[in-house]
């Protein structure tokens, strides 16, 4: 860096960084590989499993379809209230989390919290609270509540992070106190991504839900890992149906209400 | 002998090693209409800043406690480098005008004439939007003034700069400031924009009574508006005076030729004079 200061005329040449660059680069390959015993051989050999396999999911088995969307309508209910809980605990932790809204010594700890609540997967804290308030779609609600949290309020805080200030700025030049400034100067300013945000972890909360039934937190989940531990292989294929036309649905509704807000 | 609504005694500020603002003095009395000039990066905008309290003075000068002091209609804004606990109190009665608006571009233009009326209302009204019909009507009436009341439900993002710039004046107006500040209100005007929103100021400083200081770059402008014209260079009070007495040889002066300005103490007489201080 300083010799290419000290000369500029000297032309780039391939450096020695860029070569164990990439040496690193292939050698975290192949490590990984290793490491997560990837072997293409066995889907080739066992071909004859798989084909077995999949041929046991059909035809699918919708005698018992009421059930099955009854619980699906659980599963949307688990994602709705875990939404909905997150993103009114997200407003406040998220302009907590932005450094152009608060000091250093409120942010820093809040983000280090926030970080927590996402680097633990909705699974794992399903199964916490599978042990603490049972089993159950609440469970299920308080799982993805902890874990969208902590990804709702990251984002939001983005987003009030590109906000333009001057624009708060003619708010407190009014003499506005300091939650007029943020409802008047930042919210309006940061709604439409906000409203993006939500509706997408809304959408993927959804896919999360039918998960979390698999460790006893409610919803469809439940029936889905309850058939494919009994072998039923054809309620399974109706089950997991269910979920993809469901999941597709939703998906393309809060994806066309997005593009409204962008 | 009018009352003084702004003093500004002593106030220093540096932004890292630029030394932004040196020792200014300013007084002005209730109902002057007063120019602020000098040449980009002179401190104005600055100056202004610091006399809404949007940005505080240094603590120190020379490694010696500051005695900068700033007070706006009798109230103080800072002190010392440190802001005052009246300086909300002191923004309430004070219209801030920017050269870029600064109007909440995704509310309507009546929502944001109603930010102006925000200092007076309840808190559990202004964080619920609940604003009486009264306030909305002196909003609508504050419209009218500088000729938006049919803008009132547009998106403030499709005005016009000239519009944009008349609701940020109907802001000031709602918030029934008894002073305005305005910082290059024309600057990214056109002429005819440039013309209304002056006339408007000036208009509201016949009327009302109320002292108007604008940072302006038409030299043009200044004399035409303002009886009174302060001039900044680098950072220090380099004319203070009535704009009649802005002759061509004390323009070049300011606007970056290398002629010296005639030296002198600042005095407390209103007698119009060329000075400078030294640093
Ligand atoms: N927030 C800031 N951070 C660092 N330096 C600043 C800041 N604001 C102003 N300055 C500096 O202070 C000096 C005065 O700036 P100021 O904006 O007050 O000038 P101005 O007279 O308003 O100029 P213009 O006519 O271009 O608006 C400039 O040198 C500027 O670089
Ligand atoms: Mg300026």
Redesign the interface.
């Known amino acids: 860096m300083n010799a290419a200061a000290a000369d500029p005329l000297s032309p780039p040449r391939t450096s020695w960084f860029t070569l164990i660059m990439w040496a690193l680069v292939i050698a975290v390959l192949s490590w990984s590989w290793q490491g997560a015993e990837i072997a293409p051989m066995k889907i080739v050999k066992d071909a004859g499993n798989m084909a077995e396999l999949a041929s046991d999911f059909f035809p699918p088995d919708f005698k018992n379809i009421s059930y099955y969307l009854e619980e699906m309508l659980i599963t949307l209910h688990i994602a709705l209230w875990g939404t909905l809980f997150s993103i009114i605990l997200s407003v406040p932790l998220g302009l907590m989390c932005a450094e152009n809204m608060v000091p250093a010594w409120v942010y820093q700890p809040t983000r280090r919290l926030m970080d927590a609540a996402r680097a633990i997967n909705e699974m794992v804290f399903a199964m916490l609270f599978v042990v603490t308030v049972g089993l159950g779609p609440f469970a299920g609600v308080m799982a993805l509540f902890i874990h969208t949290t902590g990804v709702l309020a990251k984002l939001y805080s983005e987003a009030v992070e590109a906000i ?1 200030p ?2 708060v ?9 300091k ?2 400034e943020i ?3 930042v919210i ?2 940061v ?2 991504l906000w409203i993006s945000f939500s509706l997408y972890r809304f959408e993927s909360n959804v896919r999360s839900a039918t998960v979390v039934g698999m460790v006893g937190a409610g919803g469809i989940g439940v029936i889905l890992w309850e058939s494919i531990r009994g072998f039923m292989f054809p309620q399974t294929c109706a089950v997991m149906l269910i979920i993809i036309v469901t999941v597709s649905l939703l998906d393309f509704g809060s994806q066309r209400i997005r593009k409204l807000f962008i | 002998m009018n009352k003084q609504v702004i003093s500004v005694q002593q106030l220093n500020k540096h932004f890292a090693n630029n030394h932004a603002l040196k020792n200014v003095g300013l007084s002005v009395e209730q109902g002057e209409m007063v120019a602020l000039l000098g040449p980009s990066g002179s401190g104005k905008s600055t100056l202004l800043r610091h006399l809404n309290g949007l940005v505080c003075g240094d603590k120190t000068v020379n490694d010696k406690p500051s005695n900068g002091y700033i007070e706006v209609l009798g109230v103080p804004v800072q002190k010392n480098g440190k802001f005052c606990k009246t300086v909300r109190a002191s923004r309430c009665q004070t219209g801030y005008i920017f050269q870029q608006f600064n109007l909440v571009t995704r509310l309507s233009v009546l929502q944001n004439v109603l930010i102006g009326g925000l200092n007076s209302t309840p808190l559990w009204r202004s964080l619920t939007g609940r604003f009486t019909l009264a306030q909305k009507q002196q909003a609508m009436n504050a419209l009218e003034r500088v000729g938006l009341a049919d803008f009132a439900t547009q998106r403030v993002s499709n005005l016009s700069g000239g519009q944009q710039q008349r609701v940020a004046i109907a802001r000031a107006l709602m918030q029934q400031a008894k002073i305005i500040l305005a910082d290059e209100p024309i600057a990214s005007l056109d002429p005819e924009s440039s013309r209304i929103v002056m006339d408007i100021l000036s208009d509201i400083n016949k009327k009302e009574g109320i002292a108007v200081v604008v940072t302006l770059h038409q030299v043009d402008y200044a004399v035409r508006y303002c009886p009174r014209v302060v001039a900044l260079k680098k950072g220090e009070v380099f004319f203070d005076g009535p704009s009649e007495q802005l002759d061509e040889g004390t323009l070049a002066a300011l606007y970056g030729s290398k002629v010296t300005p005639p030296q002198s103490n600042k005095s407390k007489t209103p007698v119009p004079q060329l000075w400078a201080q030294t640093a």
């Open positions: 333009d001057g624009q700025e003619g708010v407190r030049a009014t003499g506005a106190n939650l007029e409802v008047y100067g309006p300013q709604l439409p």
